[in-house]
């Protein structure tokens, strides 16, 4: 069978062939892949950045956002069955650290985690993929011509999670709401595919979201934005330090910019006992000039926590199911249309090299059911 592969650290892509898997233990899956999102990670390891071959190996098979159905089950597994479609997670833990041990892979310790498609593990651009079936959720049949939204929303959907849990806790003393977030003002910044979903997943817990990106308004993702009821802010036309000032400051900032210097320039946004998580990944290596002793002052004076979140649990990947499933019943058209482009699996060159600027989430596809 045919597989997109790369050699880490050296710009370029190409079909490589590789057996077709095969199921070996009882707790195993194997999945027909049906489509494959293209993300940030993607290419940037198509352009010679950030990713680890199998050990011993020198190609690495990408793509970790994925959508299949189900083809075949070892003898001992429950949660599926022929037909089921379903997504496997990104990570595999490094059996040492008490996160891994405990399936909490996304917060491994020792770093030696592998990740599907990126980090020493292949990935699942490629028509058939077998593996565990504690790493598989299962996607209802109602959503799947967004279910390749599963692996992005489940980042987003942990994000939010992590801020919630340390919201309800750090406040529970004067504030015992349910749900934190409702009525709080929020500001996403970056609306990309991460952003965008945040955004659903945030109206949908009743946030007020206000919207950061560089485009102009009349463009798709400040429209989808907005016909979710959130608003745009044109960071062209605002600076970062003064967002506070005109919109008022923020309760909760989402980010998915990967923009360093903005990323530290939004703590100005903050408001007091505010919480400001980070999903983008920026380039390394690259300094910054940032009036340091105001924002330690303003952290420290307005108790506000800053934190970093990546990759996602199986429970948010469940999480996520659930945001895409009301995503679907509330605002059919803006779910779907986050998805801009669908191309073939032979055009796989055309899909990771070409990035239009009206582009929200491409879709590698390798098969139609
Ligand atoms: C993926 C995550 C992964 C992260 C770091 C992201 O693009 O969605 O699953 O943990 O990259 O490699």
Redesign the pocket.
């Known amino acids: 069978m045919k597989a997109i592969s790369i050699v880490p650290h050296v710009v370029g892509i190409s079909l490589v062939d590789r057996q077709e898997p095969r199921i070996s233990a009882p707790d195993e899956v194997k999945l027909r892949v049906l489509q494959i999102g293209i993300?940030?990670?993607d290419r940037e390891e198509v352009n010679g950045g950030?990713a680890d071959a199998p050990p011993g190996k020198k190609e690495l098979v990408i793509g970790?956002?994925m959508f299949g159905r189900v083809v075949e089950t070892g003898s001992g597994v429950t949660a599926v069955k022929p037909g089921d479609y379903g997504a496997f997670t990104?990570?595999r833990g490094c059996g040492q650290c008490k996160a891994c041990l405990n399936n909490r892979s996304?917060m491994c310790y020792t770093g030696r985690y592998t990740?599907r498609g990126?980090?020493g593990a292949d990935g699942y651009q490629t028509p058939y993929v077998v593996d565990k079936e504690q790493y598989l959720v299962k996607i209802p049949g109602k959503i799947k011509d967004i279910g390749v939204l599963t692996?992005?929303m489940s980042?987003a959907a942990k994000a939010i999670d992590e801020a919630l849990i340390i919201q309800q806790a750090r406040i529970s003393d004067f504030d015992q709401d349910k749900n934190w977030l409702a009525g709080k003002r929020v500001m996403v910044a970056g609306l990309g595919p991460i952003g965008l979903l945040a955004a659903f997943a945030l109206r949908l817990r009743g946030a007020h979201v206000l919207g950061l990106d560089v485009v102009d308004e009349a463009t798709l993702r400040p429209q989808l934005l907005k016909e979710i009821g959130g608003s745009y802010i044109d960071g062209r036309k605002l600076k970062p330090t003064d967002i506070d000032t005109t919109c008022g400051e923020m309760d909760f900032i989402f980010e998915a910019t990967g923009v360093a210097k903005l990323q530290v320039q939004l703590i100005d946004a903050l408001a007091p006992n505010g919480i400001y998580v980070i999903t983008g990944?920026p380039e390394a290596g690259r300094s910054i000039t940032v009036m340091g002793g105001d924002i330690m002052q303003q952290l420290v004076l307005k108790n506000q926590v800053v934190l970093g979140s990546?990759?996602?649990s199986l429970r948010h990947f469940s999480q996520a199911v659930a945001y895409l499933e009301q995503s679907m019943q509330q605002w059919p058209q803006a779910i779907s249309r986050v998805i801009t482009t669908r191309v073939p699996h032979t055009e796989f060159e055309t899909a990771l090299k070409n990035h239009s600027p009206n582009e929200i989430k491409a879709v590698v596809q390798w098969a139609d059911e």
Do not use: S, Y
Request: net charge negative; glycine share 6%; charged share 35%.
């Open positions: 993300c940030g990670t950030r970790h956002e990104v990570r996304d990740e990126i980090k692996e992005p980042v990944i990546v990759n996602a």
